[in-house]
């Protein structure tokens, strides 16, 4: 699918799901995808929002990106070490723990600008990442002592996970920010982003979908 097919499909699962027209912004996740590809079939339809996985990756295709307007998403692990390539960030969409936010922070005094932040809650999985439930009031009191903002949830579906338990886990997700007073829900990539609309995501990642 092209992004205006996605962004078509958006349009239409939003008026399916009773929610208002541009509720959900599409990030084109490009990590992996040359930039050659990124112009040709996200930024020639005038979209602006990349996410990015790898922190090494996302600096080097910022650097060489300089001419476009890019809004740069991290929506991957954050390793300490990494953190520091992460000044082109708009938006971190996958704080597991205290100290990556204390450590954005710190290093957003150097930079003039400071990225907002999602909480990634744990989807229940074995050895996966995210924030236990239980833990994320509160992370997110400690976090918000950072000074930076947190704006919402993210969460990944289990691979194995089938219609209604991604259903399941989006609304659940859905439910806990909205009880932290939270605006922002991103969830649902290129398989499964239907279930997110349905369910509340304000902000979709898809990527294979976009480049095939
Ligand atoms: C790769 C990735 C995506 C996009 O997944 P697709 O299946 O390519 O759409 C979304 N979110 C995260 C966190 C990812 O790592």
């Given at each position: 699918m092209s992004v205006p097919e996605v962004l078509a499909h958006l349009r239409a699962l939003e008026t399916e799901?009773?929610?208002?027209?541009?509720s959900v912004r599409l990030v084109a996740v490009t990590k992996g995808?040359?930039?050659?590809?990124?112009r040709e079939r996200v930024l020639a339809y005038g979209e602006h929002a990349l996410g990015e996985g790898r922190a090494q990756e996302l600096r080097d295709k910022a650097a060489l990106m300089t001419d476009a307007d890019i809004e740069w998403h991290s929506i991957g692990?954050?390793?300490?070490?990494?953190?520091?390539?992460?000044?082109?960030?708009?938006?971190?969409?996958?704080?597991?723990?205290v100290w990556q936010a204390e450590a954005i922070a710190q290093a957003a005094e150097g930079w003039g600008r400071a990225p907002d932040l999602l909480l990634q809650l744990h989807n229940g999985e074995?050895?996966?990442?995210?924030?236990r439930p239980e833990q994320l009031s509160?992370?997110?009191?400690?976090?918000m002592q950072?000074?930076?903002?947190?704006?919402?949830?993210?969460?990944?579906?289990?691979?194995?996970?089938?219609?209604e338990a991604t259903l399941r886990l989006f609304e659940d997700t859905a439910r806990r920010a909205h009880d932290l007073g939270l605006p922002e829900l991103?969830?649902?990539?290129s398989d499964d982003y239907?279930?997110?609309?349905?369910?509340?995501?304000?902000?979709?990642?898809?990527?294979?979908?976009?480049f095939l």
């Open positions: 799901t009773g929610r208002p027209s541009g995808q040359p930039i050659e590809a990124i692990t954050l390793q300490r070490n990494k953190i520091k390539y992460l000044k082109p960030v708009t938006l971190v969409h996958g704080i597991e723990e074995e050895q996966k990442h995210g924030v509160a992370v997110y009191h400690q976090v950072t000074g930076l903002k947190v704006r919402g949830l993210m969460v990944m579906a289990p691979d194995d996970a089938d219609e991103s969830m649902g990539m239907p279930l997110a609309v349905r369910a509340g995501a304000t902000l979709v990642r898809v990527g294979r979908r976009l």
